[in-house]
């Protein structure tokens, strides 16, 4: 599922194995909801949360300077690595 909510983009995946690494507490996995939202300062906030769940945690690396390509390519390649897993982190940080 993939929405857009003004300046962020969300969607729900399953993360990969080794899910994800929070700044809050450490390594998530399962279906996560992910957000990546445009901060309006040039970076870009990333957080997870287990779907369904109401309290979301920061992906190590945000906030992020947000790409050339915007706020989509970041948040596509964010998708991508918390996919593969491995204790992703946002991309490029």
Do not use: F, K, W
């Not at 996995?29 to 445009?38: Q, S």
């Amino acid at each position: 599922m993939n929405t857009h909510d003004g300046d962020a983009l969300t969607d729900e995946i399953t993360a990969g194995p080794g899910g994800a690494m929070t700044v809050q507490v450490g390594i998530i996995t399962g279906d996560l909801t992910v957000t990546t939202a445009d901060r309006g300062d040039g970076t870009a906030r990333v957080t997870v949360r287990y779907t369904g769940a109401e309290e979301c945690y920061d992906l190590e690396g945000s906030p992020v300077p947000l790409p050339p390509r915007g706020l989509r390519a970041l948040h596509r390649a964010v998708l991508q690595a918390v996919r593969a897993g491995r204790g992703a982190v946002v991309p490029g940080t």
